[in-house]
């Protein structure tokens, strides 16, 4: 029997007493009916009415399961698996094979038990994978051990209906195929079962293409908002990769209705692992037991969901900063505790749940005891933290403990399990497990694609029906006999079967309300893409919607502007100058850049990464240099045995940096390769001698001093002096010291300043396979492969000269954006939000930068 909506309405009007259940196909379908009835109940002028029961097929047949349990049945009946069980129980059974995605497997076998039920397949022989799941089924109903899982409910329930308290008329809503399982469960209700459906509309239907699946997403939301705002209340905009865009159709959906405006709903949830109080506990939970990255020990000093993160909010920032210095990629929990302050609360917290480690480093627990000690790990980190929660992480914690109970009620098919065990399952648990934090009811529906089947709209927009993307591809089983599943009449087994399916879809839309639009993307990256085939019929017309302005430029046509010419700041007033010849180093690259270093105090925060980073690899190298030509201290003593030398130097070097373990092996032996190469370039010189390694100096310039440390200077057989400076880096060249702004303006400040007569400056590259000096000298063959310069004291002059006015620049306080070679000298600065580089330097005209 079949009955119109209207009618199923009036009958649902007549309240509990006339004792109606509607089943739908899904609970998006079951929300939308009940939403429906409630305008059809407001329509009358009501202000109160019995709210209808309208459910999805799986939790009526739950419902009732659960009445059976509160009645003279429940010795009779058996516990229901849940899901994270039942899942936990194929997982077992995956873990005992060779297979390495096992999670995956699981997930697949409990979908094709599932099937199996839902359509009469039987499981059984046809290829290797069909048999293997066959053997493994067994063992999934022997471990279930009498359990029933969601797959049986249905049947289970038949020989108890009679018993069971059941309505008087159950109408099956929208179900365009009617499963086996699920038709035999309704005719053994031996009640009324009628069905009933949407209203067929007689719309508009129209076609339009984008040039990208961008512009798409933006004219669906422009025309969801002018729907709106035309007085419409029930708009559909369907998407069938909404999981994998849901970011994105946010973001947009949100700009493009405006601010502080949220008027639609986005369907699918979110996992639930993804939320930010449930990430942080998460993180927490695993932080007590193992090292994690750098990056997610950060978030737990700036997480607002750990003790004191009010009250210690500026602290926990200095915190961060300092941290990013000291530790590694990688930081484990004692670690993290040793460079917190004492007085901090932070401290007191990770202590707390350090001092819980031992409980659960070692030890094997059951699933409840492990939630047990999940939670009292999370309550000695303060955990939600001391502020109030808002409404959605009040929901996503309300959330998150439901995920503990899941892993607590695992004891009933599982025995104990060590820490990583629990956790991987906990975890899998908040990753299946999608959330939407409630809201209240939205004018704007934005939905998956098999979401929006059945409900109805006034106006509906379904967008990426590609050739690709639609009709869907079959999929079948692979745990299933193929030709069963395609005489079963699965719509994911066979091409015939998909496309009938989403033909009578489509069909479905067409009808759903009074404009529907279907629309496409021409274009994927390089690739022009086609419409597709069942919208092929569906007339070409041009959308037309307004093109909402942005918010930021709503702002900006309310902007008043008033030029202010600000390059210069206020004149340096000490004589001493912090940050030493780096200072005119940074004036050359960029007047700001000198400003806000070594005025304002401003640095881009450090990455931590793994092993050394290039500035520590430096410092080792100088600490050997230092070391080393403090045993050998002259060219004659190269002829020395200086194999002890170089161990002690190499040692030395590693223990001042305070490597340890096995990474100051590593770096012992690859310091003393390097000195051994290195000390073969120096055998090639005429005679010298070392007078200072590593020696403070105080220069000045434009009355302004610079405290600056020398690497070394010698004293030449030919006479002079040379001042030598080690690096370690590949693009290294004297170029680099020619005024005007020199990018290396260190050694010629040297030469310029000391009182010592300077003929040489050199850079000595000490690199594996490029080994050498190079530089400027006064007289020929100083050094070997260090030039003589064409006019030694007109080049000191020029050098001279050049540091006079750098430094004069930063005391008079130039600070304008001005960087040397434009983009190329912002790369590695790290001020960009300072200086705003960007909005002077169109970053899209830029030529590729030449390294």
């Known amino acids: 029997m079949n009955i119109g909506k209207a009618e199923l309405f009036s009958r649902l009007a007549e309240g509990h007493a006339a004792r109606i259940t509607v089943v739908t196909p899904n609970k998006r379908l079951s929300q939308a009916l009940m939403l429906e009835f409630d305008a059809f109940q407001i329509k009358k002028n009501l202000s109160v009415w019995e709210a209808p029961d309208i459910l999805p097929f799986g939790a009526f047949a739950q419902r009732l399961y659960e009445d059976g349990l509160y009645s003279d049945l429940s010795a009779e009946l058996p516990m229901l698996l849940t899901p994270a069980q039942e899942e936990e129980i194929w997982r077992q059974i995956v873990a005992g094979s060779d297979l390495l995605a096992v999670e995956g497997t699981a997930a697949k076998c409990r979908h094709a038990w599932n099937l199996a039920n839902e359509w009469r397949v039987r499981p059984g022989a046809g290829n290797e994978d069909t048999s293997t799941f066959s053997s493994w089924l067994k063992k999934y109903l022997e471990k279930s051990n009498g359990d029933v899982d969601s797959a049986r409910l249905p049947d289970l329930l038949h020989k108890f209906l009679p018993e069971l308290k059941r309505p008087k008329t159950v109408v099956a809503y929208a179900f365009d195929i009617l499963p086996p399982q699920t038709k035999e469960f309704l005719d053994a209700l031996g009640t009324e079962a ?224 060590p820490f990583s065990g629990a956790f991987r399952t906990l975890q899998k648990i908040c990753a299946d497990t999608l959330f939407q934090p409630e809201s209240p009811d939205t004018p704007i529906q934005v939905l998956g694609l098999l979401e929006s089947v059945g409900v109805e709209f006034d106006h509906l927009w379904v967008t990426g029906l590609s050739d690709e993307a639609w009709p869907l591809k079959s999929s079948p089983n692979p745990f299933l006999p193929l030709a069963q599943q395609r005489k079963a009449g699965i719509p994911e087994a066979s091409a015939e079967a998909s496309l009938a399916l989403d033909r009578r879809i489509t069909d479905g839309w067409k009808a759903a309300a009074g404009e529907v639009v279907f629309s496409y993307f021409t274009k994927e990256e390089d690739r022009d893409v086609a419409p597709s085939p069942l919208i092929a019929d569906v007339p070409s017309k041009p959308i037309e919607v307004p093109a909402y302005p942005r918010f930021r430029d709503e702002i900006f046509k309310l902007k008043r502007l008033e030029t202010l010419e600000d390059r210069v700041a206020p004149a340096v007033r000490a004589k001493q100058i912090r940050g030493g010849t780096g200072v005119l180093s940074d004036q050359a690259a960029c007047p700001f850049r000198a400003f806000a270093r070594h005025r304002l105090s401003a640095k881009d925060l450090e990455e931590p990464s793994e092993g050394l980073d290039a500035s520590r690899r430096g410092k080792l190298v100088h600490e050997l240099m230092r070391s080393l030509w403090g045993f050998i201290k002259n060219k004659e003593g190269l002829n020395k045995d200086v194999a002890s030398y170089i161990d002690q130097a190499a040692d030395a070097a590693v223990k001042e940096l305070e490597l340890e373990g096995r990474l100051a092996e590593l770096e012992r032996a690859r310091l003393a390769r390097l000195a051994r190469e290195w000390l073969e370039v120096e055998k090639t010189r005429p005679d010298f001698s070392v007078l200072h390694l590593e020696e403070k100096r105080t220069l000045e310039f434009a009355g302004l001093e610079f405290a600056a440390r020398i690497d070394r200077m010698d004293k030449l057989a030919g006479g002079g002096h040379a001042i030598i400076d080690y690096k370690t880096g590949g693009n290294i060249t004297p170029k680099r010291w020619e005024p005007p702004r020199p990018d290396e303006p260190q050694l010629p400040l040297y030469a310029i300043s000391v009182s010592e007569e300077v003929t040489a400056v050199a850079f000595a590259k000490v690199r594996p396979g490029e080994m050498r000096f190079m530089g400027y000298s006064r007289d020929d063959k100083a050094i070997p492969r260090v030039q003589k310069a064409k006019a030694w004291q007109p080049l000191l002059r020029a050098w001279k000269e050049e540091a006079e006015r750098l430094g004069q620049s930063f005391a008079v306080g130039d600070a304008g954006v001005d960087p040397k070679k434009d983009l190329m000298t912002c790369r590695y600065c790290g001020l960009e939000t300072l200086c705003r580089v960007y909005e002077k330097i169109n970053v899209l005209a830029e030529e590729e930068i030449e390294e």
């Open 194 to 417: 009628v069905f009933s459906g949407p209203t067929s509309r007689s719309g508009v239907v129209s076609r339009a293409a984008f040039d990208s699946s961008r512009h798409e997403i933006e004219a669906a939301a422009q025309w969801a908002r002018a729907r709106l705002e035309a007085g419409a209340t029930r708009i559909g905009v369907v998407f069938p990769s909404l999981q994998e865009r849901r970011k994105e159709v946010v973001r947009v959906f949100s700009r493009v209705m405006g601010k502080g405006v949220t008027p639609f709903n986005i369907s699918l949830g979110t996992p639930l692992q993804e939320f930010p109080i449930v990430k942080a506990a998460l993180t927490v939970l695993r932080f007590s037991q193992e090292e994690i990255s750098f990056e997610e020990a950060s978030r737990i000093v700036r997480s607002p969901f750990i003790g004191g993160a009010e009250s210690e909010l500026g602290a926990r920032m200095k915190l961060e900063a300092r941290l990013r210095e000291k530790l590694g990629a990688t930081v484990a929990l004692p670690k993290l505790i040793a460079f917190v302050d004492r007085n901090l609360v932070l401290r007191q917290k990770l202590e707390k749940t350090f001092a819980l480690r031992e409980t659960g480093l070692f030890s094997q627990k059951t699933p409840a005891e492990w939630a047990r000690h999940f939670s009292a790990v999370l309550e000695a980190a303060g955990f939600p933290g001391e502020r109030p929660l808002d409404s959605d992480e009040f929901q996503a914690q309300a959330k998150w403990h439901e995920a503990l109970g899941e892993l607590s009620r695992l004891d009933r098919i599982s025995g104990e399990v």
